[in-house]
Every structure is written in structure tokens, then in C-alpha cells.
């Protein structure tokens, strides 16, 4: 099982703040049945340089495999970037840098604003002139800033991946825009094939790893099946399968 999105490498950004608390995240992982995590930290091109901010994770990445080293049990890690979009990012030379490693992957996080036309060029080129896999981070917690949705369309109908956070199907109902994203995220897995998951964990509060809890939803509301094709479809976009 694999956590595609989350904060858990050590104070590197408003995540994990020390090792203690990145072990027991992976520990609640773990025990989640999770084996592979994605660890997606922050990135912020108007705060930080590439360099700069490759050299603070891979720093804790690091230290992190150290203790993996001696805890097999612990699921394993591979790094990346949830990249904020910044306007010319589509000609960045570094673009590739922030992709999961070892892969051509990018975690893309959209301006929770009105999206433009601008920025649907920008992700249309990425994906065909650049060459990169783009994944749209938490996909619902977007639709509610889009009062013009032709940018939102023409951005979802391209062929990229979708991720879902675990947290948007656990908790609906609690509030009316949390109950919008839960309706959201369920008529995605129902419509499109492209959809992945993360917890999008920070802490083990508010903001804990929670992925089992989210699948048990998924099973009870589109069965077994339909489980089992996102798990199928995340380990080929990483390949793993």
C-alpha cells in the first residue's frame, strides 16, 4: 500500500517537526498497512531556490534512512516536492529535480484561487513539451474557488493523475465544505480511472496518517474492486508493479 503524499521528513517544512514524531508517523503507517511512502515537503519557489531547498530534504532524508536502516519494519520512503505553482514554471530548468525520485513524476499543488487559462498552458506544457507526469495534490480542495470552471475542465481533462487526500472521505458531513469534497472525491473514483491517494499526514494530531481508515469508506461506498484499481494504478505510475 502506498501513501502517495505526506509532510514526514523532519523539519523541513510546517510537517514533522523532529525525528521522534517522523518515527511514530511511519510507525501509525505501518501499522496502517502502508509499505511506501512518498515524502512530499513543501516547495515554494518565491521563498526557496531548488539547491537550497534539495540540500535541507535530502539532509533529513538522510538521517531518516539511518534509522530505516535498522528498522525494516518501517515503511520506505522515496523522495519529492509538493511544488506550490509559480507563474513560468513550465520553462524552469530545475522542473525535473522536484519530480519523486527516480522518476519523472511531479506533485503539483494548485493555488487554492481562481485558476486562468495561464496556468492550464503552463500544466499543458509540462506535461508535452517537458515530458513529466503531473499529479494535481488534494484535487478537491479546489473546486470551490473556481466560479469560471473552464480552467478547472480543460485542466482535468488532461492526461494526468488525480490525488484524493484520505482525510475528504472520512469526515463528511461535518462541515458543508467538507461534505463537498467528500461528494466530490467519490463521483471522481467513479468517473475517472486516473485517481491515487495520500493522507497528506503533517502530525500525529490533527493531521495524523490515516489512510486505512480512508480505504475502509472507499471499499464500503464503491467495493472492493474499485480499491484494488487504484492500488493497481498507483504502483504503475510509480513502477512498481
Same mark, same amino acid.
Given at each position: ?11 523541513? +517544512?510546517?510537517? %514533522?517537526?523532529? /525525528?521522534?514524531?517522523? @518515527? ?5 503507517? $505501518?501499522?496502517?498497512? *502502508? ?77 487554492? +484561487?481562481?485558476? %486562468?487559462?495561464? /496556468?492550464?498552458?503552463? @500544466? ?5 513539451? $517537458?515530458?513529466?507526469? *503531473? ?107
Amino acid at each position: 500500500m502506498i501513501d502517495f503524499h505526506t509532510h514526514i521528513l523532519p523539519g523541513i +517544512d510546517d510537517g %514533522s517537526r523532529d /525525528m521522534d514524531m517522523t @518515527i511514530r508517523m511511519l510507525e501509525a503507517e $505501518r501499522d496502517q498497512g *502502508v509499505t511506501h511512502i512518498c515524502a512530499t515537503p513543501h516547495f515554494y519557489a518565491h521563498r526557496r531556490s531548488v539547491d537550497f531547498f534539495l540540500e535541507r530534504r535530502n539532509r533529513a532524508l538522510k538521517e531518516v534512512r539511518k534509522v530505516l536502516a535498522d528498522r525494516p519494519d518501517l515503511p520506505q520512503i522515496t523522495p519529492g516536492a509538493e511544488v506550490l505553482y509559480f507563474r513560468g514554471m513550465e520553462q524552469a530548468e530545475l522542473l525535473p529535480e522536484l519530480c519523486l525520485e527516480g522518476t519523472d513524476i511531479l506533485l503539483l499543488e494548485m493555488p487554492f +484561487d481562481q485558476w %486562468s487559462n495561464e /496556468m492550464a498552458k503552463a @500544466i499543458e506544457t509540462i506535461l508535452t513539451k $517537458r515530458g513529466l507526469k *503531473v499529479v494535481l495534490a488534494h484535487v478537491e480542495r479546489y473546486l470551490r474557488f473556481q466560479k469560471d470552471k473552464a480552467a478547472w475542465e480543460q485542466i482535468l481533462n488532461m492526461p494526468l493523475t488525480l490525488q484524493m487526500n484520505a482525510e475528504s472521505f472520512i469526515h463528511a458531513g461535518s462541515f458543508l465544505r467538507q461534505n463537498k469534497e467528500h461528494k466530490l472525491c467519490l463521483q471522481l473514483l467513479e468517473e475517472r480511472s486516473n485517481c491515487i491517494l495520500g493522507t497528506d499526514c503533517h502530525n500525529m494530531d490533527e493531521r495524523k496518517p490515516n489512510l486505512a481508515e480512508a480505504r475502509a469508506v472507499i471499499e464500503k461506498k464503491t467495493g472492493t474492486k474499485r480499491l484494488e484499481e487504484i492500488d493497481a494504478y498507483t504502483e504503475t505510475l510509480l513502477g512498481n508493479e
